[in-house]
């Protein structure tokens, strides 16, 4: 039971990235989805095992805005997971998938009440964008659920807060660059947004404008590459549950280049250039996915032997 007390929030984060990367990796192997999906619920069964066994340490978390800004990361995840589990679950799939989303909205109304309103611009970090513009996963899972309607709306409503988010968030670091070492992987954050708005319009939006989806790539691969430059140094620091940053924006991204060049051939403005970006995306994406998971497996394991007083006298 102390090992699953180890078990820091942003673990979810990492969830979400393997739901997501097992997305990215279906055309190629059924069973690489599979692996990623089981491990991924496996990952939030523990958090919510903890959850239930330390209440207190949730409610420590929620009142940290990094800290309940990741809490999102959850239902997100949830949310991909139930797009997993149709198959299984069948119509229980598509609740679970209403329950993840109600969470969110509980989450960002929690979140607007407790840091929004009485903003302190020193305490706003890349980790606002995965409250506001996270619901746009809703988006990208809403057509395993007939469910187009709801993922356009949570399009447009991640889109609007993206560009809200995008002005506060860049001011906050340029004015005030310097953040707690144990935050500055959250810059690496920056990829996502707009690549799960792209994903989401693809996935929800009718009728396609093809400049509004080539405007929203354009930004996107902007930002992938600001955020992956900045991934190697951070790769290069110390080891934080922050890490869990790394995984689902550069997976995100890989879908959004992915589903950006099947939506654009089937408009009939194909893009042959982007197959060769798609793959080198999707292999960064899952060699950061694989590597964070076996620091987080590393850095509980470590902290789990820390902690044990056998091991200390030893």
């Known amino acids: ?3 699953i007390k180890k078990i820091p929030l942003p673990v979810c984060g990492v969830a979400l990235g393997l739901a997501a990367l097992g997305n990215l990796l279906q055309s190629y192997s059924e069973g690489m989805r599979a692996a990623c999906g089981v491990i991924a619920g496996l990952l939030l069964v523990l958090f919510l095992i903890k959850c239930l066994a330390y209440p207190k340490t949730l409610a420590d978390d929620l009142k940290s805005p990094i800290m309940a800004s990741v809490a999102a990361t ?24 209403f329950i993840a989303i109600a969470i969110h909205l509980a989450l960002i109304v ?12 020193s ?11 996270g619901i746009a996963v809703a988006g990208v899972s809403a057509p395993a659920f007939g469910q187009e309607g709801v993922g356009a709306l949570s399009f447009w409503f991640g889109l609007i807060t993206l560009v809200i988010l995008l002005v506060l968030v860049t001011v906050r670091y340029v004015k005030k660059p310097e953040v707690p070492a144990p935050a500055v992987p959250l810059i690496c954050i920056y990829a996502a947004p707009t690549s799960l ?19 929203l790539y354009a930004v996107a691969s902007v930002l992938y590459v600001f955020a992956l430059a900045q991934a190697v140094g951070v790769l290069r620091g110390k080891f934080f549950p922050s ?29 042959a250039w ?3 970006v798609v793959l080198v995306e999707t292999v960064i994406a899952a060699a950061l996915v694989i590597y964070v998971l076996v620091r987080y497996v590393m850095f509980v394991r470590a902290s789990e032997e820390t902690s044990n007083p056998v091991t200390n006298r030893a």
């Open 1 to 3: 039971m102390n090992l």
């Open 74 to 97: 959850f239902p997100m995840a949830l949310m991909l997971l139930a797009a997993y589990l149709k198959s299984v679950l069948g119509a229980a799939a598509q609740v679970l998938w």
């Open 110 to 121: 929690y979140f607007t009440i407790k840091f929004i309103l009485k903003l302190d611009l």
């Open 123 to 133: 305490k706003v970090f890349a980790s606002y964008y995965i409250v506001y513009v």
């Open 197 to 215: 708005c792209v994903a989401a319009y693809v996935q929800s939006v009718t009728p396609k404008s093809i400049g509004l989806l080539l405007v």
């Open 243 to 271: 890490w869990a940053s790394l995984t689902f924006p550069f997976v995100i991204s890989a879908i959004a280049s992915k589903q950006t060049m099947a939506c654009l051939a089937n408009l009939g403005s194909p893009q």
């Open 274 to 276: 982007l197959a060769p």
